[in-house]
């Protein structure tokens, strides 16, 4: 397929046609619907050292088709395994990451770019517009043709597409349980992601959900009663039991190795229970925190606590195999495992979107020690994969007049790699390629060197 290179201005130079570029490759399941911690972004670091190596070389720059302007709080972009999405008022168009090319722009018309997401697996694009009818339409990842839509709400989840039906919010607290509307069953259903033939479908007893990670649908009863799934074909795997906490059962979440059962008293706040998915084995729940996150960071186990006053959150990093707690965030602060250690961010300073996180300091992981102050500077990381596992590969980007610098972190200090000629309002990272919106409505594309 030709390529399409927009020069924007005379003094940039234009990147070549690759005509001969070789088909993507499958693209990586994303979107994990975890908690806080695994995060897209994050940033980094106040002196850098010596002069910049020119280990950024710019590939392509187009304009955004259908977008008169990227706001600050919005983004009409987003990254799916290897390509780039931006959706206009009536087009939706891939961009290949790692070279900077226009693989294809098809007609997507969508009410409100800004609500619409995407997923991908099995060599499709899953695309949601936002819009009450075809809600989800599939497209080949290599050409852009349309294979299926439908008006349910569909994601990809590795090779099998998922849609949830969840009726939790047609309860209200102010009602007493005898008085309420019959709660109906959760629905999932499974589809075979090139065809949309639906594969399986789950009825909740009544709740149902699912564990993007484990790739397991979960129904539960009022009674306790546990029965585990296979997202690929629906079969049954286990069954268990747990206990809700006093009350009206009302939610069930799940994610990583964590079940979470909530119910509500009328007149009283909603109490959680919290589970070992595995063991179905009770973990303890903090009668203070609001809501508690676990998740793996490196070789650690972290812990996002959320306080029940003012939304305030602290994370803990403990001992995976006690739970015991080695040192904890300052509060209201995030963290993220890199290979050089713990970076910690603050979201409260941090830009709205894609662009990184805040960093603050990049600390020990087993102690907390801070190894370098990162002030200054926003980090960027490729789509967390749920492992929590260090990235090896990470982008440090901060403004400097109408330059962006472009760093890592090289024996202890923050080493330039290469300057961006613009003033970046959006970007995205993966390994070894970086893009960032810029102008409003204009796109460019990076490579990044070691």
Request: charged share 20%.
């Amino acid at each position: 397929m030709p390529t399409e290179t927009i020069d924007l201005r005379e003094d940039w130079a234009q990147a070549p046609e690759d005509p001969g570029s070789p088909p993507l490759p499958p693209l990586r399941e994303l979107r994990r619907p975890a908690g806080f911690a695994l995060a897209l972004l994050l940033a980094a670091a106040p002196a850098a050292s010596a002069a910049p190596v020119r280990q950024v070389a710019e590939l392509a720059t187009f304009e955004l088709a259908g977008v008169a302007n990227v706001g600050s709080d919005i983004s009409p972009a987003q990254v799916v395994g290897d390509l780039l999405l931006s959706r206009g008022g009536q087009t939706l168009t891939a961009y290949r990451m790692t070279d900077g090319t226009l693989r294809w722009r098809v007609p997507f018309p969508s009410s409100d770019p800004s609500q619409g997401y995407a997923t991908a697996g099995n060599g499709v694009v899953v695309a949601l517009s936002g819009n009450q009818a075809a809600a989800t339409t599939v497209f080949d990842e290599q050409t852009g043709a349309q294979l299926w839509t439908t008006e349910a709400s569909v994601y990809a989840l590795g090779d099998v597409g998922v849609q949830i039906v969840d009726y939790t919010s047609g309860y209200d607290p102010s009602i007493a349980p005898a008085d309420q509307p019959k709660r109906e069953s959760d629905l999932v259903r499974g589809y075979e992601l090139r065809t949309g033939r639906v594969l399986w479908e789950l009825r909740g007893t009544p709740f149902a959900t699912v564990n993007a990670e484990q790739r397991q649908v979960l129904t539960i009863t009022n009674d306790g009663a546990v029965a585990f799934y296979d997202v690929g074909d629906g079969r049954l795997l286990r069954r268990g039991e747990v206990t809700w906490p006093a009350g009206q059962p009302v939610y069930v979440n799940t994610y990583g190795d964590l079940l979470q059962l909530n119910a509500v008293v009328p007149g009283k706040e909603p109490v959680d229970a919290e589970y070992d998915l595995t063991t179905l084995r009770a973990r303890p729940v903090d009668a203070a925190v609001h809501n508690s996150y676990p998740y793996p960071c490196g070789a650690f186990r972290c812990v996002n606590r959320f306080g029940k006053d003012g939304g305030d959150f602290q994370v803990s990093v403990t001992d995976p195999a006690t739970g015991a707690t080695r040192w904890q965030v300052e509060q209201n602060l995030g963290l993220v495992a890199v290979a050089d250690g713990f970076v910690t961010i603050d979201p409260n300073q941090s830009p709205i979107g894609d662009f990184g996180a805040a960093a603050v300091r990049l600390a020990d992981p087993a102690t907390g020690r801070t190894l370098l102050d990162l002030t200054g500077w926003l980090i960027l990381v490729p789509m967390a994969d749920g492992t929590g596992r260090a990235t090896q590969d990470y982008v440090l980007l901060r403004q400097v007049g109408r330059t962006a610098q472009v760093a890592r972190i090289v024996d202890g200090e923050v080493r330039v790699l290469g300057s961006l000629r613009h003033e970046i309002q959006r970007c995205f990272y993966v390994p070894g390629s970086l893009s960032c919106v810029y102008g409003g409505n204009h796109l460019a594309f990076w490579r990044v060197g070691e």
